[in-house]
DNA sequence: CGGGAATGATTGATAACACTATTGGTGGTG
DNA sequence: CACCACCAATAGTGTTATCAATCATTCCCG
């Protein structure tokens, strides 16, 4: 689960990356190869391959003359897991986590939408058990084993969409989980009505009612944003 | 928007990716660099950096001795545009297409509620104009003018949801319109209905309606996705 | 027959150099 | 004075050669 394998120029794209995406450089600043090279004590060789990297990530252009100018965040590619891991990891994890609930609260929905629709039967009866459990030990108040239990409660409806693009979101999903209870934004307890809806999905998705489930996804979702409004990120 | 500037481990790129991409080479294939380095007739550091970039892509892993094998599907950056660009040019593309407007579809009524609720108010008027404007080419069965217009019209509904991952994926929702279109899985005129909603979500955004534009949407897209029926991606 | 060390294939990393594209200045010209 | 063509400095781009680190395989010894 670490980064990929420790080889010289992932260890540069570790200092790098995190120092980029969490805006330490403004948007046309310009690098330059023997720059890097110097700074991290690298050869031009290893500084190359890690701009090859950023450049493919949409963080930076690489041209003849101009050197490696920063490009504006709108160009960046918001959805590769290493930038976000490495914005969860700097200063701007807040507004992350905050862009990533709001992308989760928008797909889930659909997600359990089609999970009902088309998931394998025995997974789908999975759901049910796996509510329960959390009934169980959101009631006993066992919060880690919870939000565990939480994580693979939605990554597995969202793999159960069959759909490869949802399905990759999985990881987003299970960070905005860790990352929320890590800043202490979920309730000492579940709250009841959260358990009752998480039953009422898993059911309906058992029950091949992709209406229902939809219906009742949004109701989770929107009472946790509910949770967390009114800190709206700076437009920037 | 070709991709980036013409360098020569971008031309590997574009030969060996979307072969990747397109699973020219199954699962655990495994090439080796000077391999490489004589198919494309370029050097070792040229071939490398195209490896590096396939590796963060997650297409790859690249390790000593063992060579650079091809990843699993389910460990690929799915949402990389690159790589997006690349299915959707193979052979993959229809199964590609199906990916994203499913994608689409679950993602947009969220984005329409949000951009009801913190879009600039010019902005969220301007709708109002483009839905008007779609109405009109669309009974006069001006087709391409048409299909500019719905892109526009839901990029700037992603865009104005004020969240950069949802309008990271206004690229995505483009590609889907597009190819759609091209793919003729367009009625011959929009229909009057299709019209109607695009002109009920751009007034309850200009209105700042969350829950009546979510609806709205997502009448559209579930329109879209019944025509679409019964046509489900073979697994894997 | 099993476990561990030798082996060699393959990537990882460095260095030095030639090539090329881009840009910014410079000078000439209308 | 403005504008255009040209030139040169500058950085990335691409090549080659060489050595180091790693690890799947193999083979030998207990």
Chains 1, 2 share one sequence.
């Not at 720059?35 to 701009?51: D, I």
């Not at 976000?84 to 709001?102: K, V």
């Not at 030990?137 to 919060?143: F, S």
């Amino acid at each position: 689960m670490g980064t990929t394998h420790r080889t010289l120029h992932n260890r540069v794209l570790a200092v790098l990356g995190p120092a980029i995406a969490a805006g330490e450089y403004a948007c046309g600043h310009a690098f330059t190869l023997s720059g890097l090279e110097q700074e991290f004590g690298v050869s031009r060789t290893v500084a190359r391959e890690a701009v090859r990297v950023l450049e493919s990530m949409g963080l930076v252009v690489s041209r003849p003359r101009t050197g490696i100018r920063v490009r504006p965040q709108r160009d960046w590619s918001v959805f590769d897991p290493q930038l976000i891991r490495w914005r969860l990891a700097g200063s701007a994890r807040m507004d992350q986590l905050r862009s990533l609930n709001e992308l989760r609260a928008a797909v889930e929905p659909g997600a359990a939408a089609l999970a009902a629709e088309r998931g394998p039967a025995d997974e789908r009866a999975q759901l049910v058990v796996l509510a329960e459990q959390m009934t169980l030990t959101g009631r006993a108040g066992k919060l880690d084993t919870f939000m565990d239990l939480d994580v693979t409660f939605h990554r597995r409806i969202l793999e159960l969409s069959g759909n490869e693009m949802l399905s990759g979101l999985s990881d987003v999903v299970t960070e905005v989980l860790v990352g929320r209870t890590s800043y202490d934004l979920m309730p000492r307890q579940p709250r009841p009505e959260a358990l009752r809806l998480h039953t009422a999905v898993a059911q309906a998705i058992r029950d091949g009612l992709p209406d229902v489930a939809e219906a009742a996804m949004r109701a989770i979702v929107t009472e946790v944003s509910d949770a967390l409004k009114g800190t709206h990120p700076s437009q920037r």
